[in-house]
Each structure stands twice: as structure tokens, then as C-alpha cells.
């Protein structure tokens, strides 16, 4: 397994082998001794192409994200949302798909999104913490103080996810002033 660091503190890609042969591939997906956090709680999301979800985060519960694509490829977003980070407001963006064999490992503290860019993207989260619908809270896609640059026209938002706040918004929500990251 290779680390690469990101200009993001503690933001970081996961670069790991394959094992080919005539029988098809091995892969580790995930080291405890790469990465020391605790993950307790793993989920899957389906979706088309040109879905978008998020940005999303939990702010009473935080939840460090270890995000590897199964099927197919997206354009993930990260936005850091920690007050006293040098990149506080600033995201990150990376193409990521099934044969690239990465992982993106998201701190607590980022808010997280992303786009299918393929019909029939799985994604595979381990997160430290569980969800939590009542800390849960997002950042509209198309915010334009962000400006993200996103590599579709017409997107699919969900209904949660187009009632979403702008970033200036979100900065005033009193959970995000009780933000302690």
C-alpha cells in the first residue's frame, strides 16, 4: 500500500496493489496499520450516471470516511469544513473509478459529495462513526461561492440534497458554530 498525501491535512489516497492471475484479482482493501482509526460502521451506494450526492456531513457526530469505488467512477468532492485549518472552505476533487484501485481517506470534519460518472456506481464507505440522521446537514452541489467545477451539465439531485445550504448559510447553522473541529 502506497499513502499519498494531499494539501489537506490529513486528507489522503490510498494507492494499493493488485493481484493478477488467470483466475481474475486480489485486493486489500484496508490496513489498520496504514490508517489508525476505528471504522464501526460500512455502507454501499448505488447509483446511475450524472447522480450527485451530497456534500453532506454530520456535525454532532463526525465521521471520518474511507471512500473506495467498487463499480464504475466518480468525481469526488471534499470540503473542508474545520475552523482552524489552513484549508478551511477549500475542497479537494479527484476522479477515482474501480480499476484505479484507490481509496480516498476523509477526516473528520470534511464534508463530503460526489458525482457517477457511469451507470452502475457502487461505492463502498467505512466510517468511525454511524450516521446520524439528526446531525446530518449538506452543502448545495452548485453553491456558487464554491465555484466546484463539476464534469456534468444536468445532474440527478435528490429531493434532501436540492434543500441543501449555500456555504455562507451552512457557516451560520448554529450545530456548525458548535463545530469543535
Known sequence: MRIIKTKF??????????HKDNRGFFRELFQQKFLKKKFIFDYLSSSKKNVIRGIHI???????????????????VVLDCRKKSKTFGKY???????????????????AHGFCSLSDNTILHYKCTNYRDKKSETGIIWNDNYL?????IKRPV?????KKNFKFIEFLKNKNFKKFNL
Not at 491535512?9 to 493488485?18: A, F, Q, V
Not at 476522479?95 to 481517506?105: A, E, R
Not at 439531485?157 to 440534497?161: A, L, Q
Open 92 to 110: 479537494f476533487t479527484i476522479d477515482m473509478s474501480f480499476k484505479d484501485n484507490i481509496s480516498l481517506y476523509i477526516p473528520e470534519g470534511f
Open 58 to 76: 454530520q456535525l454532532k457526530k463526525p465521521q471520518a470516511k474511507l471512500i473506495t469505488v467498487f463499480s464504475g467512477r466518480i468525481f469526488d
Open 147 to 151: 465555484s466546484i467545477n463539476w464534469p
Open 9 to 18: 491535512e490529513g486528507l489522503l489516497i490510498i494507492k494499493r496493489p493488485s
Open 157 to 161: 439531485i435528490s429531493f434532501k440534497d
